[in-house]
């Protein structure tokens, strides 16, 4: 679960670049603003970072950034349920235009950045040079304890939503009692207008259509009464001339024998005249002006038109008006229900204050365990005697992160009581302790890469050859990629590269290249001395290489987890 290659194009001031990386610990060195940090910022910016057209190369088009890793198996599950390939490497590609647009994949499909940032909790853990700044912030330092000890507070964060949400929907509901009351009278009154009518879905069309006929049914009864007279005249009736006009064509048709077929429609047409006949009777025995239902519809028209017009609606409307009513009733009923809302705050409490005290209980369980392990990476880092302490105190206010407020304090000198970080270390110390905290930390989380920009500023002498052993060791475990100004630290690496700034009428480029053999010595003399090399720098780079080797051998005494000097327990 490591990187394995990066390959970058017109980024910054790179015009190209594919490097391949190894499992173990891999520096980073070169001239100050040679551009030691462009790898870190390229794969941050693979990783989803915000993207911005100061990344592509001047006078480039466009940049790209690719770089493939072992694939994790505990992404598979995610990589299966975004819709992504899932294969031996992943691949994740990202292209950054002048105008600062983006585009990305993951194992050749497009991705966003936010799936880019998801994916990168799994791959990179990344430690910058001023990462000692983050331990002045209370939800930092509370972070990393919870990280420590495993805890994960999303559950607690929702618990803590829900009841804030209970709560604020009590208080809601007891400042507006007044008005909620007022409100609900007003629907009552409006639904019981409503209700008189009881207005039925499609009763307005049905109404209409029924008053229409019954204040047209004299008009209805005279014109079916003069139609059955036409139909059933003796004299002159259509029945008769149509019977008279088949007699005569029946009559000839044994000479014709093309009336046969003028016989048959006649006869059809003489069925459907008897039922015409009948059906305009029937009509005549049933239709009977109603003068009492006539001024009942009248009166219902009424109704409806006078709410309508009350509530400024087209009277169709009215039923979907009650409806809306009559759920918002229904609401306000719920919101006026004090004691339900009362009862669901309270629960909703208890049960954030459950979980709330389990994670309280495993911080405190966790925070000696935390100390120990950082003022025991302290004694190896030039703090020797120095004391790390984690304080847990009650918040005045719960939160969504729990009851606690977590401090880190430290005593830089044996017998010096702890106080906070930033009334007792110094720039140096800070650099240092976030070093220890990173050490002592080192195999939290899932990511296969450590990365460490820088974090060695401020150290020297012998201190920095225990953060190369560090450093080295570290690689045993995970993956480590550290860009670093020290020597010391250089020469314990398993790869070397070199990042060096070359000057053209063109422009300037940055190049990255492995170091090794005398190269390699002449980088760590480089370092070392400065620009004008010496015999004497070259033996010291030499003996330097030869000594982090016989230092790092497997088998070595571990500068991680040798034993400190006894010292208090730190308190909490």
């Not at 509370?142 to 990280?147: E, F, K, N, Q, Y």
């Not at 048959?264 to 029937?282: E, F, K």
């Not at 790390?388 to 977590?406: C, K, N, S, T």
């Not at 720098?537 to 080797?549: F, G, S």
């Amino acid at each position: 679960m490591t990187l394995r290659r990066i390959a970058l194009r017109d980024f910054v001031i790179v015009p190209a670049l594919e490097l391949d990386f190894a499992p173990g610990f891999t520096a980073l060195t070169g001239e100050t603003g040679a551009g030691k940090s462009i790898l870190i910022d390229a794969l941050q910016m693979a990783l989803g970072a915000r993207a911005d057209a100061a990344v592509v190369r001047e006078g480039a088009s466009q940049a790209e950034i690719c770089a493939e890793f072992d694939s994790p198996p505990h992404c598979q599950p995610w990589l299966h349920e975004a819709g992504f390939a899932q294969e031996d490497s992943l691949l994740l590609r990202r292209v950054i235009d002048a105008q600062g647009r983006s585009r990305a994949w993951i194992n050749g499909s497009p991705a966003t950045a936010t799936q880019l940032r998801q994916l990168g909790t799994h791959l990179l853990d990344i430690h910058g040079q001023h990462a000692w700044q983050s331990l002045m912030r209370a939800d930092s330092v509370r972070s990393l304890l919870d990280a420590y000890a495993g805890i994960d507070t999303s559950t607690l964060q929702r618990l803590w939503h829900a009841w804030r949400s209970a709560s604020q929907a009590l208080a809601a509901a007891q400042a507006a009692q007044e008005s909620l009351l007022q409100e609900r009278e007003r629907l009552l009154w409006q639904l019981e207008e409503l209700d008189k009518l009881s207005p039925g879905a499609d009763e307005w069309e049905q109404l209409n259509q029924q008053h229409t006929r019954l204040s047209h049914a004299q008009a209805l009864l005279e014109t079916a009464q003069s139609a059955l007279r036409h139909l059933d005249d003796d004299e002159a009736g259509a029945d008769r001339l149509l019977r008279r006009s088949l007699q005569q064509l029946q009559d000839q048709a044994h000479l014709e024998p093309q009336f046969d077929a003028i016989v048959a429609v006649l006869h059809d047409c003489l069925a459907q005249l008897a039922d015409a006949q009948h059906s305009l009777q029937h009509y005549l025995d049933q239709a009977d002006p109603d003068p009492q239902l006539l001024a009942e519809l009248d009166a219902r028209l009424g109704l409806w038109m006078q709410l309508a017009r009350r509530y400024r609606r087209p009277p169709q409307e009215l039923p979907q008006l009650q409806h809306t009513w009559q759920e918002q009733l229904q609401a306000l009923d719920a919101a006026a229900d004090l004691p339900q809302l009362t009862q669901q705050a309270e629960q909703a409490h208890a049960a954030y204050l459950a979980a709330a005290q389990q994670i309280a209980q495993q911080r405190r369980e966790a925070a000696p365990r935390l100390a120990r392990a950082i003022t025991q990476a302290m004694q190896t880092l030039g703090m020797q005697g120095g004391r790390f302490a984690v304080h847990i105190q009650p918040l005045p206010e719960p939160g969504a992160q729990g009851l606690d407020d977590v401090q880190f304090l430290v005593a830089g000198h044996p017998g010096a009581t702890p106080r906070p970080l930033g009334k007792v270390a110094s720039g140096g110390e800070l650099s240092r302790l976030s070093l220890a905290i990173a050490v002592a930390t080192s195999a939290l989380g899932s990511a296969g890469t450590l990365i460490f920009d820088e974090v060695d500023s401020g150290v020297g002498g012998a201190v920095a050859d225990t953060v190369g052993r560090l450093m080295h060791q570290l690689g045993q475990q995970r993956q480590v990629l550290a860009v670093t100004h020290l020597p010391q630290v250089a020469a314990c690496a398993d790869q070397h590269y070199v990042v060096s700034k070359k000057r053209s009428k063109s422009g300037t480029t940055s190049n990255v290249a492995p170091s090794t053999d005398e190269a390699r010595v002449q980088e760590i003399a480089r370092m070392l001395g400065g620009e004008k090399i010496s015999a004497t720098t070259l033996a010291h780079a030499r003996e330097m290489l030869a000594q982090a080797r016989a230092n790092c051998a497997p088998g070595c005494t571990s500068a991680l987890h040798s034993a400190p000097p006894a010292l208090e327990e730190p308190s909490v």
